[in-house]
């Protein structure tokens, strides 16, 4: 005869999968996510897009020393600041970061709502790190 406590931890795994593969699903089949999907498309269909994209990360890759070290001078801190501006000043690129935002807000209600259910971070305890991960 089965022992029915070394089954439940299975069982209720299981049944979390299962929950977890209909949240992705729902997920997937969001406006927020279909909007997501289209707005990024439209960036790949766009050459000014992917003109300003390259520039800003040209400059970018350029003083990335710079950056990393904290001595990056006011006029290139300036230069990447406008390239970033023109960048998003794309319709493209502003259309895709509103998407962005839109899904991630849906995101972090998704999280908010399960770690209220489990009672600790969701979303902390789902990202990796340390030695492990």
Do not use: W
Not at 9 to 25: D, F, N, S, V, W
């Amino acid at each position: 005869m089965p022992n029915p406590t070394l089954e439940a931890p299975a069982e209720a795994e299981t049944e979390a999968l299962a929950a977890a593969r209909a949240l992705g699903k729902a997920l997937k089949t969001s406006k927020e996510f279909g909007a997501l999907i289209a707005a990024d498309e439209a960036i790949g269909c766009d050459p000014a897009a992917e003109e300003a994209i390259s520039a800003f990360n040209s400059l970018q890759q350029e003083l990335r020393a710079e950056i990393s070290m904290g001595v990056i001078e006011d006029a290139q801190r300036a230069e990447l600041e406008k390239r970033q501006q023109a960048m998003t000043a794309v319709p493209s690129i502003s259309a895709y970061l509103e998407a962005m935002a839109a899904f991630q807000a849906v995101c972090c209600d998704t999280a908010s709502i399960v770690s209220a259910q489990i009672g600790i971070d969701f979303a902390a305890n789902s990202r990796s790190g340390g030695c492990c991960g």
